[in-house]
Nanobody, 124 residues
Framework: QVQLVESGGGLVQAGGSLRLSCAASGRAFSSYTMGWFRQAPGKERVFVAAISRNDITKRYASSAEGRFTISRDNDKHTVYLQMNSLKPEDTAVYYC?????????????????WGQGTQVTVSS
C-alpha cells in the first residue's frame, strides 16, 4: 500500500511554469514506477509522464515532451513534474499514480494507487 498526496497546482498565465509534487507514504517508494496523468473537464484521464523506479528511464506524452520534466527523489519519497511553457490546454486536474511493475505504462488502468489530484489552470 502507498498513499499519494499531490501539491503545487494553481493558476498561472500562459507561458508560465509550475512544479507539481507528489509525496508518498507507506511501502517502499523506490519499489514503484510513478506516473502523472491529467483530466480536463468532460474528458478522460490521460497520460502525461512516467518515471522508472531507479530514476533512469522516463516517458512522456507527446503533449508534454520538451516542456515537462518528471523526476523523483527516492530519499524524500517524492515525485515531481516540472511544467514549463504552459498553455491553456494544459488546464486540468493532475494526478500522481503508482504501480509495482518495471514497465512505464501509459494507461491509467495499469496503475494501482492514486492521489486526490491538484488543479492546474492556465489562463490565456
Amino acid at each position: 500500500q502507498v498513499q499519494l498526496v499531490e501539491s503545487g497546482g494553481g493558476l498561472v498565465q500562459a507561458g508560465g511554469s509550475l512544479r507539481l509534487s507528489c509525496a508518498a507514504s507507506g511501502r517502499a517508494f523506490s519499489s514503484y514506477t510513478m506516473g502523472w496523468f491529467r483530466q480536463a473537464p468532460g474528458k478522460e484521464r490521460v497520460f502525461v509522464a512516467a518515471i522508472s523506479r531507479n530514476d533512469i528511464t522516463k516517458r512522456y506524452a507527446s503533449s508534454a515532451e520538451g516542456r515537462f520534466t518528471i523526476s523523483r527523489d527516492n530519499d524524500k519519497h517524492t515525485v515531481y513534474l516540472q511544467m514549463n511553457s504552459l498553455k491553456p490546454e494544459d488546464t486540468a486536474v493532475y494526478y500522481c499514480a503508482a504501480q509495482g511493475t518495471a514497465v512505464l505504462y501509459t494507461t491509467s488502468d495499469k496503475y494501482d494507487y492514486w492521489g486526490q489530484g491538484t488543479q492546474v489552470t492556465v489562463s490565456s
